[in-house]
């Protein structure tokens, strides 16, 4: 406390103050000089009292801060007290919280960065290893030519699938760093729902299922191109999970809240253990296939999200899973785009 500049110097000035008003007293008499040094005397102790009641509440807080710092976040220093130190406390508290939130996020994450690396890891590994073993029997100058076509194809599609998976996750990784700039504006759904379909349109001609797209005559406000690469995601996860034969339908509807765009296939639904998790990335259901990665559908999510709309999934009650994406009204009186 002593080592405190303001208190030597208000200390010295109350000495200095006590000497004048004992002095004044003695000069004016003895009792009178007894009584000034004796209130002099009072009011030393009292203020010295006082700084030391301070400095121990200072201290404290001192030692709060040190224990904070060292990661003890349960701490709670409030008190029940008006006065500038429990306003101190009260804010010191705030700080506290906000930085035990933030320590929890920051575990959050990095658990959830272990666990997405271990996850693209092992998707990396499975295409790359199966690379290496058709590379190794390339190099054999024996092998059949049907062999080599063979061979030659499947490391093809595998390379295809290692673009796919690095192209979505660098697009995932664009929209949890939140750089992605989405454009929304008026678009004519017949339009929206054309560019989503179009890279589908094969593998739903070799499966010999039917699509059957009702775009209602209504505009979407959203981002054409992330929108359409939403839907895109779910379209082929139902495609994949649609029998041959089966059917895939589209709808959309609109009213003053919000419009919807509705997908629904024939397949055998999803299981009730994974509707939770159905949008987690990374996750494969019990009915995934092979070559599932679970990385579409949790794209799906995050571009819709982030646009303010919703996105959810459900079972027909005839059978079939439904996806059901919801964008808000917005802005009605802009036109379409023009394409």
Same mark, same amino acid.
């Given at each position: 406390?002593?080592? !405190?500049?303001?208190?030597?110097n208000?200390?010295?000035?109350?000495?200095?103050?006590?000497?004048?008003?004992?002095?004044?007293?003695?000069?004016?008499?003895?009792?009178?000089?007894?009584?000034?040094?004796?209130?002099?005397?009072?009011?030393?102790?009292? /203020?010295?009292? /006082?700084?030391?009641?301070?400095?121990?509440?200072?201290?404290n807080?001192?030692?709060?801060?040190?224990?904070?710092?060292?990661?003890?976040?349960a701490?709670?220093?409030?008190?029940?007290?008006?006065g500038?130190?429990?306003?101190?406390?009260?804010?010191?508290?705030?700080?506290?919280?906000?930085?035990?939130?933030?320590? !929890?996020?920051?575990?959050?994450?990095?658990?959830?960065?272990?666990?997405?690396?271990?996850?693209?890891?092992?998707?990396?590994?499975?295409?790359?290893?199966?690379? /290496?073993?058709?590379?190794d029997?390339?190099?054999?100058?024996?092998?059949?030519?049907?062999?080599?076509?063979?061979?030659?194809?499947?490391?093809?599609?595998?390379?295809?699938?290692?673009?796919w998976?690095?192209?979505?996750?660098?697009?995932?990784s664009?929209?949890?760093?939140?750089?992605?700039?989405?454009?929304?504006?008026?678009?004519?759904?017949?339009?929206?729902?054309?560019?989503?379909?179009?890279?589908?349109?094969?593998?739903?001609?070799?499966? !010999?299922?039917?699509?059957?797209?009702?775009?209602?005559?209504?505009t979407?406000?959203?981002?054409? !191109?992330?929108?359409?690469?939403?839907?895109?995601?779910?379209?082929? *996860?139902?495609?994949?999970?649609t029998?041959?034969?089966?059917?895939?339908?589209?709808?959309?509807?609109? *009213?003053?809240?919000?419009?919807?765009?509705?997908?629904?296939?024939?397949?055998?639904?999803?299981?009730?253990?994974?509707?939770?998790?159905?949008?987690?990335?990374?996750?494969?259901?019990?009915?995934?296939?092979?070559?599932?990665?679970?990385?579409?559908?949790?794209?799906?999510?995050?571009?819709?999200?982030e646009?303010?709309?919703?996105?959810?999934?459900?079972n027909?009650?005839?059978?079939?899973?439904? /996806?059901?994406?919801?964008?808000?009204?917005?802005?009605?009186?802009?036109?379409?785009?023009?394409?």
């Amino acid at each position: 406390m002593l080592r !405190n500049t303001e208190l030597r110097n208000f200390a010295l000035l109350l000495s200095a103050l006590t000497v004048f008003f004992s002095a004044l007293g003695f000069a004016a008499g003895t009792a009178a000089g007894v009584i000034a040094l004796c209130g002099c005397l009072v009011l030393s102790f009292c /203020f010295t009292l /006082f700084t030391l009641h301070r400095y121990k509440q200072i201290a404290n807080l001192s030692g709060y801060l040190k224990r904070i710092n060292s990661g003890d976040y349960a701490l709670d220093v409030r008190d029940n007290v008006e006065g500038e130190l429990s306003i101190l406390k009260s804010e010191l508290y705030k700080v506290t919280v906000m930085l035990r939130e933030n320590n !929890n996020q920051l575990k959050r994450d990095k658990a959830a960065l272990q666990n997405a690396l271990s996850d693209i890891s092992h998707q990396l590994k499975t295409p790359l290893t199966s690379m /290496f073993m058709m590379t190794d029997l390339l190099c054999d100058g024996q092998l059949p030519d049907e062999k080599r076509r063979e061979f030659t194809d499947r490391l093809r599609l595998q390379l295809e699938r290692i673009q796919w998976l690095v192209s979505s996750l660098l697009k995932l990784s664009r929209l949890d760093a939140k750089t992605v700039s989405f454009k929304p504006a008026a678009v004519s759904a017949k339009t929206l729902l054309s560019k989503a379909c179009a890279p589908l349109l094969i593998p739903i001609e070799i499966k !010999n299922q039917s699509l059957k797209i009702d775009d209602g005559g209504i505009t979407v406000f959203c981002d054409e !191109n992330w929108t359409a690469e939403a839907l895109v995601n779910i379209l082929k *996860n139902c495609v994949e999970h649609t029998p041959e034969g089966g059917g895939l339908t589209v709808t959309c509807t609109s *009213n003053p809240m919000f419009t919807q765009i509705t997908v629904k296939d024939s397949g055998p639904g999803i299981s009730p253990d994974d509707l939770p998790h159905i949008f987690s990335r990374f996750y494969r259901g019990k009915n995934a296939s092979a070559d599932s990665v679970g990385i579409g559908l949790a794209m799906a999510y995050a571009i819709v999200t982030e646009q303010g709309g919703s996105i959810d999934a459900s079972n027909h009650p005839q059978g079939g899973s439904v /996806f059901t994406l919801r964008f808000p009204q917005a802005h009605r009186s802009a036109a379409p785009s023009v394409q």
